[in-house]
């Protein structure tokens, strides 16, 4: 395991004292958990073929609608990119945390996610997913789930089988609401916890950004706590810990578990 210095093991030993006082916890993670299993977080720079364009101009309803095919063959690319990406140990360190709790009855973790990866399922989590998922598919017209295998490789579009309208993947875009039954029970977690936890997330794109403002000013004022490299400028952090998921994770669930 990676030496923390001095302050690093002084926040996660912080954190650990909060969480070991809690009964309900709610973690919101983004793109950053998953950073080091080797997939690109949304606001890195895109490479390769897809240098030119930003991922928030592709994962968007009015692009799809305006060039499906451009969209579509961005997400034949990136499922390409991830089908081999394995959970990395802020993945493991997590799945481990909620399953002990779970077995002993302890406490309460909710995991929410805004990846559309599934690798906190690989890992063995029970994941809430605000923005869908990379695996599934519907149509975009009259969104019956398409159901059958589809080849990666294979840029061209699909037709849907009952009517001719595209596939899509099943993917929260820009422009779009969220699931209304994942949405209402992340709103809930965020409202009755008193652990906020967020680990690798920019934090800037609502709603699921508003669920640490919900989880602060609920009758529990929950404590709120930030995993990430790069803190944001949230000034309702109450524990930074500046370093790479799969590296404070480990440290701060074996602490944790080691009760
Ligand atoms: N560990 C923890 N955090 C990390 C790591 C790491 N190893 N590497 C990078 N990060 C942090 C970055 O510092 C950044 O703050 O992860 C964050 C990733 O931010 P975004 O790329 O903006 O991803 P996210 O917050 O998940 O985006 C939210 O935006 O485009 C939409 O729907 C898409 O779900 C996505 C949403």
Not at 23 to 50: H, M, N, Y
Not at 57 to 69: H, I, K, Q, T, V
Not at 180 to 185: A, F, G, I, K, T
Not at 234 to 246: E, L, T
């Amino acid at each position: 395991m990676t030496q923390l210095s001095p302050i690093l093991s002084t926040n996660i030993e912080k954190a650990v004292n909060c969480l070991r006082q809690s009964d309900t916890v709610c973690i919101l993670t983004g793109a950053g958990i998953s950073a080091e299993s080797g997939i690109p977080t949304f606001r890195d720079k895109q490479t390769g073929l897809w240098e030119n364009y930003r991922a928030e101009d592709l994962a968007n309803a009015g692009a799809f609608e305006r060039d499906p095919n451009l969209v579509w063959s961005w997400y034949q690319w990136r499922r390409n990119l991830v089908k081999d990406k394995q959970p990395n140990p802020a993945h493991h360190a997590l799945a481990r945390w909620q399953q002990a709790w779970q077995q002993q009855n302890k406490a309460e973790l909710t995991l929410i996610t805004q990846n559309v990866d599934d690798l906190h399922e690989q890992a063995g989590s029970i994941a809430t997913h605000l923005h869908g998922h990379l695996w599934k598919n519907r149509c975009s017209k009259c969104d019956a789930i398409y159901d059958m295998p589809i080849d990666y490789t294979d840029a061209q579009l699909i037709h849907c089988p009952h009517c001719q309208g595209f596939i899509r993947p099943d993917i929260v875009w820009f422009g779009e609401g969220l699931p209304v039954d994942e949405w209402l029970h992340a709103k809930l977690s965020a409202r009755t916890c008193q652990v906020f936890i967020t680990i690798g997330t920019s934090s800037i794109v609502y709603p699921a950004a508003g669920l640490v403002d919900l989880a602060k000013y609920s009758p529990y004022q929950a404590k709120i706590i930030e995993i990430n490299p790069n803190p944001t400028d949230n000034p309702m952090v109450d524990i930074q810990i500046q370093a790479k998921a799969g590296e404070a994770l480990p440290q701060l669930v074996n602490q944790l578990l080691s009760e």
